[in-house]
């Protein structure tokens, strides 16, 4: 296997150069053609983005920026998907999650965090119409009624904070307006999966006072068998219900006043992650004659029920001083629930597979967050733009763990503050050439406890750091630019207290601190038919934050390692040759290692290590110096393709077909024969008839059009466990938009 990675890591050194020089060539080439007028109609529409907390057309912006639009996600929802659906749809960006539909875990050029405790402090940050959401459950607030989501790769510290080495995924969703606009979305498919996603907004007093009201409902049966007690229909079904109010009050053209208060509720018997029991292996990572698809072994759980119930609200205030205009966000989320789950897989007496001992356990969580942000920033076109501001962030939470024969209930405390002031500006030398740069100043404390019991498992950390970044940016034509970028950023320090639980003290990390390199082209090319993004990248990470997931002796432990390091590159590709053809095309490479001799972890229960193994303390342990970040996908793909014959009446007939690739992918700190990952593949297929104004569309639809059967992680600390990809759904899907 390591000759096999090798022989890719010397293959795509070259694949990187061919991928950066390729756009290169041929926008030069097409800069140095005489312009000709486009025999057809419709070229590739602009991108407005706001990843520099001002919104800028994407080709503009010196970051590497991929987006979906609200179609697009739309699409992958079909199915009744979660948030996860959004892992491989762009180069660079990889989801997954071991607690079913809460607590995702993001990862953005290989770096994330793969802890699965409510806890976990992740290097990806979600930001909701500019409110960052960040503990773990927060992140897996539904999707719906969303104008764009922005993935913006690489340390973005400057305006957005610690907790963003990786990158961040910012979602903005429909606001309201004095103009009225309505949409709706109904699918329905296989498993009973219903999924309805609507919003409807438009002025109240004219000029003055606009709403909009957004809704989302999503469902599926139980559609997996419980072998064991010859339960049928016992798993997997699900009710997801959320909605949104936004109140835009604008009493003079200088101010406006934009309420946000929304809703989210999560339950089902069956709900929870569905963990497989010894599907691996043993000696490769193939799914096993234990593996069936509709049916699971389980002697626990109390049926893997999931809830969870939530609330936030937000005040957006601006004042147009003339020339600059303050901004200010107050926001608050809260959310409670809990996750229970027969976490070995199986049944002790009866397997499958050996299972040394039950694993039976629920977490729970109840939360508080707090944040105000208060901002200043130039307006007008000028060669000088600028922006400063300040932050606060207050997070209260609390998490219960129990075991329902071991361990015995614990509840610990997390309590995090941290401010911020920061600061950028750019500076347009000449017509062509743009200078950027930004400041941050972070302090960051947490504190942690454990609620009744011993002051000696008492934790607290703090850091002050300074982020920053510079870039540059040349425009050789209006269709072809060049763009290099240095960026620094930081994640704050952890704890980690799950372990107390389980007779161990809690765990801490300091601060790792990222030191990023880019450089990358943006171009538009035959009379905007064509889109061609690319960057390459390098970054290092000095005392990388690691979590020691599993392994025989079931601890999650935060450590540090000495350095991580990559590079890799992400390529993003639109072509329109006709006003009926449109596809997209993206494509990345992430080099990740681990850069630390003596970092030896724990090891799984059953599984064949492939690193070298020492003893410590009586236990053997696996040297991962030279591996893979973990849940770090060396390669992502995606590919989509839409056509359309017109018909009449301003209607057409179109089929829409979607496909992702996911490469080489280690699921833990340590390499073994079962868990990891390779040439995962999922593709779907829409097909129906549409009006062109976007007005009406009746499609039939198919997710993993191809019944892929992906594994997706692993359990290591009992057996060969592991959880895999949603099934195949078959479906029909009605959408409306009014304008």
Known sequence: MHQNRSTVRSRTRWLVTVAVALPLAAAAGAAQAQEVESEQAGGIPDIVVTAQRRAENIQDVPVSVATLDGEQLQTIFDSGNDITALATRVPGLYAESSNGRVAPRFYIRGLGNTDFDLAASQPVSVIMDDVVLENVALKSTPVFDIERVEVLRGPQGTLFGRNTPAGIIKFDTVKPSDTFSAQASVSAGTYGTISADAGVGGPIVPERLAARVSVLFQHRDNWIDNGFTGQENAYGQYDEVA???????????????????????????????????????????????????????????????????????????????????????????????????????????????????????????????????????????????????????????????????????????????????????????????????????????????????????????????????????????????????????????????????????????????????????????????????????????????????????????????????????????????????????????????????????????????????????????????????????EWIADVTARYAIPVGGGGEIFAFTDWAYQGYTNFFLYQSREFYSDGQFEGGLRIGYAKRDGSFELAAFVRNITDEENVKGGIDFNNNTGFVNEPRIFGLSFRTRMR
């Open 243 to 633: 909605a949104r109010g936004q109140l835009l009050f604008t009493p003079t053209d200088a101010f406006s006043a934009l309420a946000n208060i929304h809703y989210r509720r999560f339950e089902g018997e069956g709900a929870a992650a569905v963990f497989r029991a010894n599907i691996l292996g043993p000696g490769n990572n193939q799914l096993n004659s234990n593996f069936q698809r509709d049916t699971v072994f389980l002697d626990a759980g109390g049926d893997n029920r999931a809830q969870y119930r939530g609330w936030g609200s937000s005040l957006k205030l601006d004042y147009d001083f003339g020339g600059a205009t303050l901004t200010s966000i107050t926001a608050y989320e809260t959310t409670q629930g809990s996750s229970r789950a027969d976490v070995d897989g199986g049944t002790a007496a009866n397997g499958p597979g050996f299972i040394p001992f039950q694993s039976d356990t629920q977490d729970s969580l109840d939360l508080d967050q707090w944040t105000q942000e208060v901002r200043l920033a130039s307006t007008g076109g000028g060669p000088f733009g600028w922006q400063v501001g300040a932050f606060y962030f207050d997070s209260d939470f609390t998490v219960l763990t129990e075991g329902f024969s071991f361990p015995p209930p614990t509840t610990v405390r997390h309590q995090n503050q941290s401010w911020a002031a920061f600061g950028q500006a750019s500076y347009k030398l000449t017509d062509a050439f743009k200078l950027t740069g930004g400041l941050r100043y972070t302090e960051d404390d947490k504190q942690f406890e454990v609620i009744g019991g011993s002051a000696a498992d008492d934790r607290s950390v703090s850091d002050a750091r300074v982020s920053w970044d510079v870039s540059a940016m040349y425009d050789f034509t209006p269709g072809l630019s060049i763009y290099a970028r240095v960026a620094s950023g930081f994640r704050a320090p952890s704890i980690q207290g799950r372990d107390v639980a389980f007779f161990n003290p809690p765990s801490v990390a300091t601060s790792e601190k990222i030191l990023s390199w880019e450089a990358g082209i943006k171009s538009e090319l035959f009379d905007r038919r064509v889109r061609i993004n690319a960057t390459a990248f390098t970054y290092t990470v000095d005392d990388p934050q690691f979590t020691a997931v599993g392994g025989s002796g079931n601890l999650v432990q935060l450590l540090n390692a000495n350095k991580g390091k990559a590079w890799g590159f992400e390529l993003d590709s639109e072509f329109r040759p006709t006003s009926s053809l449109t596809f997209t095309a993206g494509v990345s490479y992430n080099n990740t290692e681990i850069d630390d001799p003596n970092l030896a972890v724990g090891i799984c229960a059953q599984c064949t290590v492939t690193d070298p193994l020492v003893t410590i303390a009586g236990a053997q342990r696996a040297l991962v110096d030279g591996n893979p970040f973990p849940q770090a996908p």
